[in-house]
């Protein structure tokens, strides 16, 4: 038995954490109704639920964002009370969550050791941090990361790499790791996993949250199933439950989530053509087309500028040089607003960031670009607005199924509906998406891959950017492969396979 097996199986007498009862209620909503979790030192303990089930409010409680309304918290076999982040961060609980919590206009170093920053005398020790950044991003396989960068500046996945690394700074003695793979690469995940693997070796203990099903069977040793705020599973062996059992617990489904077919192949002129779409230092000379009814596919490593090519082409970013055109039209350049009212609609990688109005009800988030198709002698008809965006967000079943709820008290695969339900509504003839599966359950993701093959046959053309490689060549009609910013390949979805993909785009990486 390897320690990590006897952390498991000695994880129900002896848990380093022990949390009975957890009760956590909102205004309207019950988030937690009687919640039970334990966790043994040295192991990886996976929470399991769909987007609403309660995992982000449950692991806010521990970290001390929430106090709970009722429930027992017990830490190394004593009762506690974590009242605010700070407490649980001394106690020794690290936090990555999903969103992440970096502050952009720090540097790399500042954001590793902010909170426990080093001194001497009362006075800062800016090379010290540096030092230990650097030795945390090497650690971590990402020694080209420079700890004077700007955080702000870097692309999800580096933001992503330097959140490990501050909580690895901590020393914690427990990791909760919210979705850390959503935004990395094959590679990047098999480092995530290498460091997994050495600390519970040392005796941490990880919680990892995760909708990738084949990770929690590569790297869990428990799994506790959330399903409406209660506990519905515990302490079931992650490598030898049946997937099936595990979705059935989460979903009440007993079959996984299975792309649609693709529909007869699109014919006719594109609606959408990329030429010689180029932005220096991010890609060069980018050319496509898509046709109505077409979904073409960006795959490629993070950093190969597929996200980019995205938001350039949407007017978010300015090009060097290249022309967009929608139904033979040019676009002017690095304008929003043309491109909207040209019919473009983009779901971007970050929602929270770059899509939603975290303080508006999600009626408004979703009515925003059309708002005034609701207005009448300059005032907003607010029950016909409310009414369009209940019946898109019900087709998404957005939960709770509340219009007037904040948008930012939503989880974040339900904040990712409301992003779609926006474009729904709309009505654009091009659809930008990227990572729209994002930190969505396995439940939303079939639902959501049924929208996009739904939106195709009715005419719209779809470009998908995605890190999940066989949902690329799963829904995509073509698939265009970068590689450092440049196509490097183009091919019908059905022709291609995961292996050769990544084979592709890790060819100019070999030494």
Wanted: hydrophobic content about 45%; glycine content about 10%.
């Amino acid at each position: 038995m390897t320690s990590r097996q006897a952390a498991a199986s000695s994880g129900a007498a002896t848990p380093l954490l022990r949390m009975r009862g957890i009760v956590k209620q909102f205004p309207g909503v019950r988030a937690l109704d009687g919640v039970d979790l334990d966790v043994a030192a040295g192991e990886v303990h996976c929470l399991l639920g769909q987007n609403g089930a309660g995992k982000s409010t449950l692991i806010k409680v521990l970290a001390g964002a929430h106090r709970p309304d009722a429930g027992e918290i017990e830490w190394d076999g004593r009762a506690v009370t974590f009242g605010s982040p700070h407490a649980a961060d001394v106690a020794g609980i690290a936090t990555i969550h999903q969103e992440l919590d970096l502050v952009p206009w720090l540097s790399v170093a500042d954001n590793v050791v902010l909170g426990h920053e080093p001194a001497r005398f009362g006075f800062a020790r800016p090379a010290s941090a540096e030092r230990t950044a650097a030795e945390l991003l090497r650690r971590l396989g990402h020694p080209e990361i420079s700890p004077r960068r700007e955080v702000g500046r870097l692309p999800a996945a580096g933001q992503q790499v330097v959140s490990l690394a501050r909580a690895l700074s901590r020393n914690a003695r427990l990791i909760v790791m919210d979705e850390p793979s959503a935004v990395l690469d094959s590679e990047e995940v098999a480092n995530l996993f290498r460091v997994v693997g050495e600390l519970t070796a040392a005796g941490v203990a990880v919680v990892y949250i995760s909708h990738r099903l084949e990770e929690i069977r590569r790297i869990g040793d428990r799994v506790t199933v959330l399903k409406d705020g209660r506990t519905v599973a515990r302490n079931l062996p992650a490598r030898t439950t049946p997937t099936t059992e595990v979705i059935r617990l989460m979903t009440g489904r007993s079959v996984e989530y299975a792309l649609p077919p693709r529909g007869p192949a699109p014919v006719g002129d594109p609606v959408l053509e990329v030429s010689g779409l180029t932005r220096r230092g991010e890609f060069t000379d980018v050319s496509f087309g898509v046709r109505a009814g077409e979904i073409v596919g960006l795959a490629g490593l993070v950093g190969s500028g597929r996200s980019e090519v995205l938001e350039t082409v949407y007017g978010a970013r300015r090009p060097s040089a290249g022309t967009v055109r929608v139904r033979g039209r040019v676009l002017r350049p690095g304008s929003v607003p043309a491109a909207v009212r040209a019919g473009l609609g983009l779901c971007p990688e970050e929602r929270k960031s770059q899509a939603l109005l975290l303080a508006e009800p999600v009626y408004r988030n979703v009515s925003l670009p059309v708002l005034s198709r609701f207005a009448r002698g300059g005032f907003v008809r607010a029950d016909v607005e409310r009414a369009s965006v209940r019946a898109a967000t019900r087709q998404l079943d957005v939960r709770p199924a509340d219009p007037a709820r904040p948008v930012r008290t939503l989880s974040g695969g339900n904040q990712q509906k409301v992003v779609l339900a926006r474009w729904l509504l709309t009505g654009c003839s091009v659809l930008l998406l990227d990572e729209p599966t994002r930190g969505v359950d396995v439940g939303a993701r079939g639902e959501i891959y049924t929208l996009v093959r739904e939106l195709a046959a009715r005419g719209v053309a779809v470009v998908l950017v995605s890190s999940d490689v066989p949902e690329v060549l799963g829904l995509a009609d073509r698939v265009l492969v970068l590689r450092e910013g440049r196509v490097v390949h183009e091919a019908p979805g059905g022709e291609l396979d995961e292996a050769r993909v990544l084979d592709l785009v890790m060819e100019g990486s070999r030494g």
